[in-house]
């Protein structure tokens, strides 16, 4: 996921290992997705059009 994000953003994402097999994408502070409320693993092209669409809007 961040080899993708860097590709399609040139944007530098951490990757931190969570408990219980949670899996959220947090910009600047800001929960961009979270597994536990969707129930459901993102695709990387997902992650990348929410940040997209959150740098066009700031």
Do not use: H, W, Y
Not at 3 to 18: F, N
Not at 31 to 47: D, G, Y
Request: charged share 30%; proline share 3%; glycine share 6%.
């Amino acid at each position: 996921m961040a080899a993708s994000i860097k590709d399609a953003l040139d944007l530098d994402a951490e990757v931190r290992v969570g408990s219980r097999g949670q899996f959220d994408v947090v910009a600047d502070g800001d929960l961009v997705f979270s597994k536990q409320e969707s129930q459901r693993f993102p695709e990387p092209a997902e992650i990348i059009s929410a940040l997209q669409a959150r740098t066009a809007s700031v």
